[in-house]
């Protein structure tokens, strides 16, 4: 069984600032991939942010310069700094962890986190 738990979502004004973190546990020690993706109403959830367990990091263009991923492989935790905030980065967070073996992959979500931010 993996757990995986996402705090700090909120309500920001636009401009401001949020950090978000998510930690996995569970039957599984390390994690190939660990990100954040977003579901905005009415939309399909998109890849906002990844972090591979050797440091590569990839970004939706949309949060390129504005958004930073960062991680702790000990903790099996991932953090997502965000700031410049604009209204349509407004969604639901999913933290998502990420296990590859071979020919298969497992990922494992979290409940999700709310991100509103007020024009």
């Known amino acids: 069984q993996v757990q995986v738990v996402e705090s700090g979502g909120g309500l920001v004004q636009a401009g401001g600032s949020l950090r978000l973190s998510c930690s996995a546990s569970?039957?599984?020690?390390?994690?190939?991939?660990m990100g954040w993706y977003r579901q905005a109403a009415g939309n399909h959830r998109e890849l906002v942010a990844r972090?591979?367990?050797?440091?590569?990091?990839n970004y939706a263009d949309s949060v390129k310069g504005r958004f930073t991923i960062s991680r702790d492989n000990a903790k099996n935790t991932v953090f997502l700094q965000m700031n410049s905030l604009k209204p349509e980065d407004t969604a639901v967070y999913y933290c998502?962890?990420?296990?590859?073996?071979?020919?298969?992959?497992?990922?494992?979500w979290g409940q999700g986190t709310q991100v509103t931010v007020s024009s």
């Open positions: 998502n962890a990420q296990v590859v073996g071979g020919i298969w992959k497992n990922d494992y």
């Open positions: 569970g039957s599984i020690s390390r994690f190939n991939a």
């Open positions: 972090i591979s367990d050797g440091g590569s990091t």
